[in-house]
């Protein structure tokens, strides 16, 4: 009798091991996801920064060339508008350019700077002391922890507002650079009005269809990337098990998106929804593509889980 107690206290501790473990598994792999996501954030705030720098670099360049490359010598009417409007147009062309390129290099050498101080081993260690604590303290509906601090939150807070300055100024130089072009044209070809109306013509033409597309890009453009998201989301079903941000997401039913009770919405998975609403900041679960039972759903977690687990769920499945 001794030793079959001794043979299931044993066989207790084993499993309650096991869970301690495959909880630890799934905090770790957790922090992997935060840790790839805070760089797939910081490579392409790096790659948006070296496109608009460099392409404002080049415009404000062959703006500056030209300008030192004019000759207008045999410019008769030089008391005029047309000279002093070559120069403003001139000077807004590179001045705006050279502004967004210079917040554009301070800014990515920011980010390169500050991108890691988010998947440092503190971060690390913070965070997963957090998940061991969600582990215990685990109630049905709650969502696994998020990392307090991120470079998605930074980019919002200290360098959203100025990307924005440095795209609008960049946006702004373009119908500069056309509005230099055509008054050039106009001293250029003084002696032929048809040659001078046709440049600016051209550049007219240009720059309407410059603003077509700037409308209709800036806007995606500069939509945060979280609201963007949150907005096309649909509420995960909740299995009762901890780390369960991985499972199939619920189904919305027709009439769901139009404002009806979200304990209306049924899923494939489970019976409980949690809204996003109550989701903390910062959590962003996955999808898995690959179809998931009934019978499974309950149990699958991103490793085997262990016969205490399993017995919790037993337990829990009542009050769900």
Request: hydrophobic share 45%; charged share 20%; net charge neutral.
């Amino acid at each position: 009798m001794d030793e079959r107690l001794v043979e299931a206290a044993q066989a207790l501790l084993t499993g309650y091991d096991t869970a301690l473990s495959r909880h630890l598994d799934n905090a770790r792999v957790l922090w992997a996801r935060v840790f790839e996501r805070n760089r797939r954030d910081v490579e392409e705030k790096s790659e948006q920064l070296k496109a608009l720098g460099n392409m404002a670099a080049l415009i404000a360049g062959f703006s500056l060339a030209a300008f030192m490359q004019f000759d207008w010598t045999g410019f008769v009417d030089t008391t005029g508008a047309l000279l002093p409007l070559f120069g403003l147009t001139m000077a807004l062309t590179v001045g705006f350019n050279m502004i967004a390129v210079i917040i554009c290099t301070l800014m990515l050498v920011s980010i390169i700077k500050t991108g890691q101080r988010y998947t440092s081993d503190e971060e690390e260690a913070e965070f997963m002391a957090r998940a061991r604590d969600f582990a215990l303290t685990y109630r049905p509906g709650m969502r696994p922890p998020a990392p307090h601090r991120s470079f998605a939150a930074h980019w919002n807070t200290r360098c959203e507002t100025s990307w924005r300055r440095a795209f609008t100024l960049f946006g702004l130089s373009i119908p500069a650079c056309f509005a230099n072009l055509a008054v050039a044209a106009w001293i250029k070809f003084d002696s032929s009005v048809p040659a001078a109306a046709i440049v600016t013509a051209i550049m007219l033409l240009s720059a309407a269809a410059v603003a077509w597309h700037h409308r209709k890009w800036t806007a995606h453009i500069l939509t945060k990337d979280r609201l963007a998201q949150g907005a096309e989301r649909i509420p995960l079903v909740s299995s009762g098990l901890p780390f369960d941000w991985h499972l199939k997401p619920a189904t919305l039913p027709r009439g769901a998106a139009n404002g009806n009770d979200p304990s209306q919405w049924g899923g494939s998975v489970g019976d409980g929804v949690s809204q996003s609403a109550s989701e903390p900041r910062g959590a962003w679960p996955l999808r898995s593509s690959a179809p998931t039972s009934q019978s499974q759903s309950h149990v699958a977690l991103a490793h085997p889980t262990s016969q205490v687990d399993i017995d919790m769920q037993a337990r829990l499945a009542p009050s769900r």
